[in-house]
């Protein structure tokens, strides 16, 4: 097994589970030193006791600027900076625009958007040259989808920012991209299966014919964290199964 982590600090977001979980792994396996941030600590923890000493929890609502700055100090505060900065917690929406609440269209904002921005304020500043954010954001950012407004409004914005803030950090030596996975078997998509039929419909559409699992997604943004990609920043990088590659046109 390479080592391209060995001793990098990795503060990943949304680490309790899915592709978070799947990405620390994959991190604490080829070396880093992980802080595992996700707003169920138990979740956290859990994962911090199965990686060992070289991990650590912090439980951390990322929609929260408060949480943010704490979670950033604490991993600051346990190895003195960051390597890599994986803002991944991320929540989905369901609604037209005029079904959805506006509290609701705040959450998901606040969740999926906010949080890459609290999180890049407060971490760059400890990020030494060599380092790298990879930012989560979904093939959901790159067109419309049915009822996922308030989705697609956040990660459209999440793909943006990321090239604004790679434009802006170039200089400083800090790469950042975008990572979107299109339909990925994780908890989040767990909700589809109540809605009879869609599920089934969304992987006939996908080219391979099936969800990536979230090991998949997480070899893709090991990719972007690591020197391998030392030219690569400001990339929109997809995972879909060949699913934007498709014109809709039937089969
Ligand atoms: P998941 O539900 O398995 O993991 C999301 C994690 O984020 C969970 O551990 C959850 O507790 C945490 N989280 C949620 N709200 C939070 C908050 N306010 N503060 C801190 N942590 C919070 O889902 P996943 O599929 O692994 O999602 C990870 C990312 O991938 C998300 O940004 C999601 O939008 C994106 N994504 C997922 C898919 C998919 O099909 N699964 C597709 C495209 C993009």
């Not at 979670?71 to 991320?90: C, E, K, P, S, Y």
């Not at 090991?222 to 498709?246: K, M, N, Q």
Request: glycine letters at 10%; one cysteine or more.
């Amino acid at each position: 097994m390479t080592q391209r982590f060995n001793g990098k600090v990795a503060l990943i977001t949304g680490a309790a589970s899915g592709i978070g979980a799947a990405t620390a792994r994959l991190f604490a396996s080829e070396g880093a030193l992980c802080v595992l941030a996700d707003i169920s600590e138990d979740g956290a923890k859990a994962l911090a006791a199965e990686l060992g000493d070289s991990a650590m929890a912090i439980a951390c609502d990322v929609s929260k600027q408060s949480d943010v700055d704490a979670m950033v100090q604490a991993a600051v505060d346990r190895h003195g900076r960051i390597d890599i900065l994986f803002n991944n917690a991320g929540i989905g929406s369901f609604g037209t625009s005029v079904e959805l609440t506006a509290e609701a269209w705040e959450t998901v904002i606040a969740v999926d958007l906010h949080s890459v921005f609290y999180a890049c304020h407060a971490a760059i500043p400890h990020m030494p040259r060599g380092s790298a954010i990879v930012n989560t954001a979904s093939i959901s950012g790159l067109g419309g989808d049915y009822r996922f407004a308030a989705y697609n409004a956040a990660k459209g914005a999440v793909v943006n920012y990321t090239r604004a803030l790679a434009v802006d950090h170039a200089r400083d030596g800090i790469r950042v991209n975008a990572l979107c996975p299109g339909l990925v078997d994780t908890p989040i998509t767990a909700g589809f299966h109540d809605i009879p039929g869609l599920k089934e419909d969304w992987t006939r559409r996908i080219p391979m014919g099936r969800a990536a699992q979230p090991e998949e997604m997480a070899h893709v943004a090991a990719f972007l964290a690591s020197e391998a990609a030392s030219y690569v920043t400001g990339s929109i990088i997809v995972a879909d199964g060949g699913a934007t590659a498709h014109t809709g046109q039937p089969e």
